[in-house]
């Protein structure tokens, strides 16, 4: 079965995909491709949150705070911010406790990454997954990860066979995360 790249499945999940393709890839999925299937629906959580309820396409102001922000020099190079939600939640002055979903974008991955604060506690969980975006298997199975507050390592893990990783820790600080690989630059992901 030919697939569809993701970026394609990224703009048919914000409806900038032209007319002339929307079908076939309708039609893929119809056909019970899961692979794509997956790829549409982690785009669409995405998106959901992003455009806030009922909402079909972001508005002009999130896709510019998320531009500027993915230029910020902060990330490790090759790495796009792709989303924020919390960035979503100050432009619309609804801050607060909610969970907070970023997504990463890399050469070789996707890293999406959810900050919960934890109500009874004064813990917060950070739950995450690296997702491979070049068709090699195991590229990102048992992938180390590390958390740092301020820059220095709080805590380590590694992700198991799906690329899904979580933290528990006492927030505080300047957060990221560090994506650590075997020979190659680690990717830092700032929260
Ligand atoms: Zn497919």
């Given at each position: 079965m030919d697939h569809f790249d993701e970026m394609a499945w990224v703009d048919f999940a914000r409806n900038l995909i032209p007319e002339s393709v929307r079908p076939a890839m309708q039609r893929h999925l119809d056909e019970g491709c899961k692979n794509c299937l997956l790829t549409v629906q982690i785009w669409q959580s995405v998106l959901a949150v992003a455009q806030g309820?009922?909402?079909?396409t972001p508005p002009a102001d999130t896709v510019r705070v998320v531009k500027s922000f993915a230029a910020a020099p902060r990330a490790s190079s090759g790495v796009r911010l792709v989303f924020d939600s919390g960035l979503q939640q100050v432009a619309a002055g609804i801050r607060g406790t909610a969970a907070r979903q970023l997504l990463y974008q890399t050469d070789d991955y996707y890293i999406d990454l959810r900050l919960e604060p934890r109500r009874e506690s004064d813990r917060a969980c950070l739950v995450g997954q690296v997702m491979d975006r070049t068709g090699k298997d195991a590229a990102s199975h048992g992938i180390s990860v590390r958390l740092n507050a301020d820059n220095l390592p709080i805590a380590d893990t590694t992700a198991n066979q799906f690329g899904e990783f979580q933290f528990d820790f006492a927030p505080g600080g300047n957060l990221s995360v560090a994506i650590v690989r075997n020979q190659e630059a680690e990717i830092l992901l700032p929260l």
């Open positions: 309820e009922g909402a079909l």
